[in-house]
């Protein structure tokens, strides 16, 4: 199967009429017919599928019990209508390169490993990269069981209707423990490559970020006879705080996001009395980050006070800086010809992000390294997310030459 082909048959899957956008959330539907998708994959090349504990799936080259082995791959879920490439981009090309190699007759030293993470967008249950983390301990059974989806689903619910026994879960140490390297391709979430003019880069770093949730608390009232100065509404204080995001981002060279909303009782004719925004804010480094985080809740508090207004801010999820591994990094360079021109003819700069991955998960386990498709807009979480098709060949051209370098000495 061809790159184009294996794309053709994803496309249709999760995607919505109405948006053009993807809606493959964790154990829906969409995503049960993703995980059947890449393990049609996987068979019909004689690789060995393996669901394992955490939802994740694996297609084998090799012996895994062997160890040291070099895994690719990446996600096939999506935030709220998402594009088509932020993910699948990086499990097609990992398929596309395997059957590059192989059409090399390219002779494997090492176990070689595909592997599609469950639930890296966090769409559903509101934290990202779940397989990945709770494969590294970095998230625990009982913080994964408090996951509960917009209608009060939990985790272990949504995972045993879909059929994967939720007891199974946890930390995945020996799993982890056979990986040498682990390589992620992913399209480019911003225009670094396209303003410089090169269809693949090799990720630096990625930047610390963190979701915020703040419940603003106010007093449900009639919107046509409560007198404004008797009205406790959380809606104000929640704007006037978006607001603040937007300020305190903006003086740190930083960014910050409220996203995603939810109001009760949530009537047009209805004084909200509770309105909970979710904030999402990323920098590159921690103290600043640190520094719009605590500005932002600051005039959050001094807003609601104002208004009568009770507010709690917890923070759901955190992922410290990731400097991806110097050695894994500087080898990737070395195979695509940072200082000159790799087989493809590509040059490959270096660049760091604000978007997360499972690689930054990983990264703190096994050496870990990502490479970036060009994306003529950098538009992504978006239906318009877009990749040119030979800047997509580029980048299995390129994954097939860094898996080669590799795992073929
Ligand atoms: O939100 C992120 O950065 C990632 O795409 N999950
Ligand atoms: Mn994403
Ligand atoms: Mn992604």
């Known amino acids: 199967m061809t790159f184009h082909s294996m794309w053709a048959e994803l496309l249709p899957i999760g995607r919505s009429s109405a948006s053009g956008g993807y809606r493959r959330f964790a154990w829906t539907g969409a995503d049960a017919d993703c995980r059947a998708w890449f ?17 994740n799936q694996w297609a084998w080259l090799g012996d895994p019990a062997e160890g040291d082995a070099v895994v690719t791959g990446s996600h096939l879920d999506s935030v709220p209508d ?3 490439f932020d993910g699948p981009l990086g499990v097609v090309s990992s398929f596309a390169a395997l059957d590059e190699l192989r059409a090399r007759q390219a002779e494997f030293t090492r176990p070689l490993a595909i592997v599609n993470f469950g639930d890296e967008e966090g769409a559903r249950f509101g934290l990202a990269c779940v397989g990945s983390r709770l494969a590294a301990g970095q998230l625990t059974v009982e913080q994964a069981h408090r996951l509960t989806d917009g209608d009060g689903i939990t985790l272990p619910q949504a995972m045993e209707r879909a059929g994967h026994d939720p007891d199974t879960i946890g930390p995945d140490p020996e799993r982890l423990a056979r990986i040498g390297a682990f390589v992620e391709l992913h399209v480019e979430q911003g225009r670094a490559l396209d303003l410089s003019g090169d269809q693949v880069g ?12 703040f419940d603003f608390r106010g007093e449900a009232n009639h919107a046509g006879t409560t007198r404004l100065v008797d009205r406790r509404d959380p809606m104000l204080s929640y704007a006037e705080t978006v ?17 995603k909303i939810s109001v009760e009782p949530n ?3 209805a004084i909200p009395s509770l309105v909970r925004g979710w ?6 480094d921690q103290a600043t980050l640190d520094t719009v985080v605590t500005g932002v809740e600051k005039a959050a508090r001094e807003y609601a006070e104002a208004q009568g207004v009770e507010l709690d801010v917890v ?3 955190f992922t410290p800086v990731v400097e991806f591994e110097h050695a894994l990094r500087d080898e990737l360079a070395r195979i695509l010809g940072k200082d000159g021109e790799s087989a493809a003819g590509l040059t490959v700069p270096v660049l760091g992000t604000g978007a997360g991955h499972d690689a930054g998960i990983l990264s703190g386990t096994v050496p870990t390294a990502m490479l970036f498709v060009r994306n003529p807009t950098g538009v992504s979480h978006s239906p318009a997310e877009y990749a040119a098709e030979d800047d997509c060949v580029a980048g299995v051209t390129a994954l097939a030459d860094v898996l080669e370098g590799l795992a073929c000495r």
């Open 39 to 55: 393990r049609t994959q996987a068979e019909s090349r004689g690789l060995r599928y393996e669901l394992d504990r955490n939802g």
């Open 82 to 84: 998402g594009g088509a």
């Open 202 to 213: 090799i990720a630096s770093a990625i930047w610390p970020h963190g979701r915020w949730r």
């Open 243 to 259: 607001l603040a995001a937007r300020r305190e981002a903006q003086l740190a060279g930083a960014v910050a996001t409220f996203g």
């Open 267 to 269: 009537g047009v004719n």
């Open 279 to 284: 904030l999402d804010s990323r920098a590159a």
């Open 315 to 317: 923070r759901e999820s």
